[in-house]
């Protein structure tokens, strides 16, 4: 049913081109009029793009043409899908509208021709076509007709289109393009044809030599002026990224900077974080506060609550990325930084919501880059510890060298851990986490310190398993050499063996370890001599010695050993020592003293049975003589 309406609706349009007498041309107005709307119908599309060549045939009518006009307009509702777009380029539509664009601006079949022209643009081979139909020269012509007509803007969206590619776009320069777009940024923040001429110049701004051509045409006063439009407005957004491109460059920067562009910017964020006009504004800012001039002006503006305000955004909001960029380089200006530490405590909440982004976030890069150049004030860093800063930028590391948020999150890491509890803070994180920051030395530095401490202490202290595991995960954390762990655990192993058998904290008693340690004989000076023992010493002994005599059997006694054991009087008798080769014989033997004898030097001589040394010294001991018989005679 729609195939056979759109062929009534083009054979009243060929009908009216044929005859154009009154009542056919009221006819053919209500068929193009149908013809445009089925056009811009999804379902009604696909029987339209079967009458492409047919609509193809109505552009031969002519500027002048209404049907032309009309064909024109369908085609450029069809060329809005890719099918579309590639049926019209397949019919060889684009010369016939090229032809169109040879009206004047006021023409409306060069405008339909124009915006069938910009959507064609979108594909590359649409580009190519369109550029070799000599369409530039015939588009920056219709630029010059002003912002008030219609084919101007549809113009300056092909031109828009057309300079996606390098080729194409120094074609369009070539063709004097940028004056005229210049021109059109004059019809204000309402003017339709001024954000289409913004469009355009942000695609020919590519490169360094297009930006040049730019600001040498004069765009940035009337960009500047169309910021000044609603914070939604389309020729404001687009005028704020074209000068965020444009803002690469020292001279261009102050140029911005004096033309007045730094209050029209930080009103645009009071659109919000959603607000795309926002988030090209705090962009623009970001850049602008590079230079000193730009940082003291974005801080005279009271821009920095307004980006602060931005940060809610969150981590997928481009308002709060750029912003945080912004505050970022701000904070390396001293102005910016006292005015953010000023803040209190709302920016560093803020910027800790943004490091929640992971490495890949922009947000997340910028924030960490934020704190970084924040914690180097020792006035912030408290702040930014009770801010709970540590745990997201620890987990930044993970990403590892290769990721700029890291890097970013470590340096951080690295002012903050300025003293004992905080980089044990950072420590216990690291550890939690697993995260490696070998590749930043200062701060690996600082935890194997502060690990290999807490470690030294317990295993000096030695009595609590758990402290002195909790301390060996630390120390591998960073990690500390193989040997001290190694003796860590074995010290681990020894508390929980005694902890086992149920000592506690028992002190160990002494002769469980040796006291003499190697720890302890370094540098230690030997002990002084013991004194001498009173056994050994001359005077212990007696005055005289006994002379050794001979005994039976040949061997010898030694007297003085004797002597000093049986003061005691112990009468056990001593080992005999064996027998001399040379001893005397049996018989010449004296007999042997008793050891109180020998220690008294009585000289034992047998001067026969019952001597009266022998007799006199059994009468002092109360032993009773010899028997009879053994030496005296009976009566």
């Not at 701060?443 to 295993?459: F, I, P, T």
């Not at 193989?482 to 655990?489: G, L, P």
Request: some cysteine; overall charge neutral; glycine content about 8%.
């Amino acid at each position: 049913m729609i195939g056979s309406t759109v062929a009534e609706i083009l054979t009243r349009l060929s009908e009216a081109e044929a005859r154009p007498a009154s009542g056919v041309a009221r006819r053919a107005a209500g068929a193009r009029r149908a013809l445009c709307n089925l056009a811009c119908d999804e379902a009604a599309k696909a029987a339209i793009v079967d009458a492409i060549p047919q609509l193809v045939a109505l552009l031969s009518g002519g500027p002048e043409s209404k049907a032309a006009a009309s064909a024109a307009q369908a085609l450029h509702n069809l060329a809005s899908g890719d099918a579309g777009a590639a049926a019209i380029i397949d019919a060889d539509a684009i010369p016939q509208l090229v032809a169109l664009l040879s009206g004047w601006p006021e023409s409306q079949a060069a405008a339909s021709a124009a915006w069938a022209l910009r959507n064609l643009a979108c594909v590359e081979a649409g580009r190519a076509a369109i550029v070799a139909a000599g369409a530039i020269q015939q588009l920056v012509a219709l630029l010059r007709g002003g912002p008030k007509f219609e084919a101007a803007e549809a113009a300056a969206g092909a031109l828009w289109n057309l300079a996606c590619d390098d080729a194409s776009r120094a074609a369009v320069i070539e063709a004097g393009a940028v004056p005229p777009l210049v021109a059109l940024l004059r019809g204000g923040p309402a003017s339709k044809a001024a954000a289409s001429a913004a469009w355009a110049l942000w695609n020919l701004t590519g490169n360094d030599a297009s930006s040049a051509a730019v600001i040498k045409a004069g765009a940035i006063p009337p960009l500047v002026a169309l910021l000044g439009g609603e914070p939604e407005s389309t020729a404001a957004e687009q005028a704020a990224k074209v000068l965020r491109k444009l803002a690469n460059g020292d001279a261009s920067r102050a140029v911005i900077i004096e033309t007045g562009a730094i209050p029209q910017l930080v009103a645009l964020l009071g659109g919000g974080p959603a607000s795309m006009p926002a988030a090209q504004a705090a962009w623009v800012l970001r850049k602008l506060a590079r230079d000193t001039a730009g940082a003291a002006a974005i801080v005279d503006a009271d821009a920095i609550p307004q980006l602060v305000a931005l940060l809610s955004g969150g981590t997928e909001s481009q308002a709060a990325a750029s912003a945080a960029g912004a505050l970022c380089n701000l904070a390396c200006d001293d102005a910016g930084r006292a005015a953010i530490i000023d803040a209190d405590i709302a920016p560093l909440v803020a910027l800790l919501v943004l490091l929640r982004g992971g490495p890949a976030s922009k947000a997340a890069e910028y924030a960490a880059r934020a704190l970084d150049i924040l914690a180097c004030d020792d006035a912030r860093k408290a702040a930014i510890v009770a801010a709970d800063a540590i745990p997201p930028l620890v987990e930044l590391l993970s990403c590892g060298p290769a990721s700029k948020a890291a890097k970013r999150a470590a340096g951080a890491l690295d002012c903050l851990a300025s003293d004992t509890h905080t980089t044990a803070a950072v420590l216990e994180e690291v550890a939690r986490t697993t995260a490696d920051c070998s590749f930043c030395s200062s701060l690996h530095a600082k935890l194997r310190n502060s690990a290999s401490e807490q470690l030294q202490a317990v295993v000096y202290e030695g009595t609590d398993a758990a402290a002195l595991e909790h301390s060996i995960i630390l120390a591998r954390a960073v990690p500390l050499e193989k040997s001290v762990i190694d003796h860590a655990v074995e010290r681990l192993r020894e508390v929980m063996r005694r902890d086992a058998l149920g000592l506690g904290s028992l002190e160990p008693p002494n002769e469980f370890m040796c006291p003499i340690t190697l720890e302890k004989m370094r540098g230690v000076p030997p002990p002084p001599p013991l004194p001498p023992s009173p056994l050994a010493s001359h005077a212990a002994l007696p005055s005289r010695l006994p002379s050794l005599r001979h005994r039976p059997g040949g061997g010898v006694r030694r007297l003085l050993v004797r002597a000093v054991r049986y003061q005691t009087d112990d009468r056990r008798r001593q080992p005999r020592e064996p027998v001399h080769p040379r001893a005397a014989p049996a018989g010449r033997a004296r007999a042997e003293p008793l050891p109180e004898e020998a220690h008294l030097g009585v000289r034992r001589e047998r001067t026969g049975c019952g001597g009266n040394g022998v007799q006199a010294a059994r009468r002092d001991r109360g032993e009773p003589s010899p028997a009879a018989g053994c030496g005296q005679r009976a009566g």
